[in-house]
């Protein structure tokens, strides 16, 4: 909720949240990254300088994926998201790894089409429910 205030006398809310967070021994991921990124941006002035900072601090255990990406570069001028992304794959490059448990797409080796997948029955989206019955 902090991350889409305006204006951003929230960025001093979001801040005390993640020290909070951090004195619990609660590691932040790339959803607490992307929000805290997002608070920095609506800040007035913007706060690129604590972006940054955060970015470093927190690359590496969090992931680099394209929430993140899109983020920092809303966060910090476009040409140093671009450095800082650069940075962390080569200095931090733990941060590319995905999580355990999670496949990307393509994967796993085969689709799901036909094997009773998540979207099976799905009438919105085109999934093989029953024979066009509709409620």
Known sequence: ???NARPAPRFADAMGLLDRMLEADLAPDEYTLVALLKCCANA???RSD???KLFKAFIGP???NEHVRRQLGVAVPRDRASALCD???SERPECLVPRRGV???GESGGSNRGRGGPNRGDRRRGGGGRGGATR
């Open 87 to 89: 940075w962390a794959t």
């Open 103 to 105: 496949q990307r797409r």
């Open 44 to 46: 007035r002035p913007k």
């Open 50 to 52: 604590i972006a940054e």
């Open 1 to 3: 909720a902090c991350a």
């Open 62 to 64: 969090v992931r680099l």
